[in-house]
């Protein structure tokens, strides 16, 4: 039996479990797939497989092309394309974006579970050639299954967050992602919290003073970083206002406990 044959009977492909765990990410990508031809995309986009004799190899990369075909011919050609660019080869020979479905599918592996992901593609088989690539992508000579897991997953949570970086999902993840910068020394400028830029203090619209802060007005922008009470009083009129403020604190995401991944 060929390698795709068993990936889509009993393992990483698995026709029934694969599409339910794609449904799943497609929902934490983009809201709940309402569309039935979203299903039905679900369902056959990787139908392709079958025959293949191997995952990622020449003769692997075409399988996007008989899903493709199927919701070409049941729903249109705008619908074919979208499920035969989840194949991010696909996009790059026909010089094209992948589709949105090419995110929710690399997020499956992030959305199943471990205990059951494992034993499907070690009983498939499909792990030795998944190892074998991602030791040469590495440039080492072998790698166990899980370093090739981790390290898979890994790649795969920042190339979703890079092919959809507007949806909750990717914004929580740049998030939990540690960032690299400089703190200042300077006591007169203390550092944000959440990217280490330099405070800036925001004038009293009053007088023009030490600066002021109205949350009230902030939290209109922006409900999920600002709150009540992010106000103290002008040192020069007493009035509302003297608040340190990051320059791009309007560019904040929200942060983990706020989104739902």
Same mark, same amino acid.
Request: proline share 7%; glycine share 10%.
């Given at each position: ?6 990936s889509?009977?009993f393992g990483?492909h698995?026709f029934?479990t694969?599409?339910l765990f794609?449904?799943?990410?497609w929902?934490?990508?983009y ?19 079958w ?6 190899g020449e003769?692997g990369?075409?399988h996007?092309e008989?899903?493709?075909r199927i919701m070409?011919?049941l ?5 074919g394309d ?8 696909y996009?790059?020979r ?6 949105p479905l090419?995110a929710a599918?690399k ?6 579970p471990?205990w059951?992901y494992?034993p499907l593609v070690?009983l498939s088989?499909?792990v030795d050639?998944?190892c074998a690539?991602?030791a040469?992508?590495q ?7 899980e370093e090739?897991?981790?390290g898979?997953?890994?790649s795969w949570a920042?190339?979703?967050a890079?092919?959809a970086?507007?949806t909750l999902?990717a914004?929580a993840y ?14 007169? %400028? $203390?550092?944000?919290?959440?990217? #280490?830029?330099?405070m800036?203090?925001? +004038? *009293?619209v009053?007088? /023009?003073?030490e600066g002021?802060?109205?949350s009230?007005e902030l939290?209109?922008? %922006? $409900?999920?970083w600002?709150?009540? #009470?992010?106000?103290?009083d002008?040192? +020069? *009129?007493d009035g509302? /206002?003297g608040?340190w ?5 309007a ?5 983990k406990?706020?989104v739902t991944?």
């Amino acid at each position: 039996m060929k390698l795709g044959t068993r990936s889509l009977l009993f393992g990483a492909h698995q026709f029934i479990t694969h599409p339910l765990f794609l449904a799943l990410a497609w929902w934490q990508l983009y809201g709940f797939p309402w569309d039935p031809r979203l299903w039905v995309a679900f369902i056959v986009h990787d139908w392709g497989y079958w025959g293949k004799a191997d995952m990622d190899g020449e003769d692997g990369q075409t399988h996007p092309e008989l899903g493709g075909r199927i919701m070409a011919r049941l729903f249109g050609q705008e619908w074919g394309d979208f499920t035969r660019l989840h194949s991010r080869y696909y996009a790059k020979r026909e010089g094209r974006e992948p589709s949105p479905l090419c995110a929710a599918d690399k997020l499956v592996l992030l959305v199943t579970p471990r205990w059951l992901y494992l034993p499907l593609v070690k009983l498939s088989g499909e792990v030795d050639e998944y190892c074998a690539l991602f030791a040469r992508y590495q440039g080492v000579e072998r790698v166990t299954i899980e370093e090739w897991y981790e390290g898979l997953r890994a790649s795969w949570a920042a190339e979703v967050a890079r092919l959809a970086p507007d949806t909750l999902w990717a914004i929580a993840y740049e998030r939990s992602q540690p960032r690299d910068v400089e703190v200042p020394d300077d006591d007169d %400028d $203390p550092p944000c919290t959440v990217c #280490g830029v330099p405070m800036e203090w925001i +004038d *009293c619209v009053a007088c /023009g003073g030490e600066g002021y802060f109205n949350s009230d007005e902030l939290m209109e922008v %922006d $409900p999920l970083w600002y709150s009540q #009470g992010d106000e103290e009083d002008c040192t +020069d *009129c007493d009035g509302k /206002g003297g608040w340190w403020e990051c320059p791009g604190a309007a560019a904040h995401p929200p942060t983990k406990e706020e989104v739902t991944v």
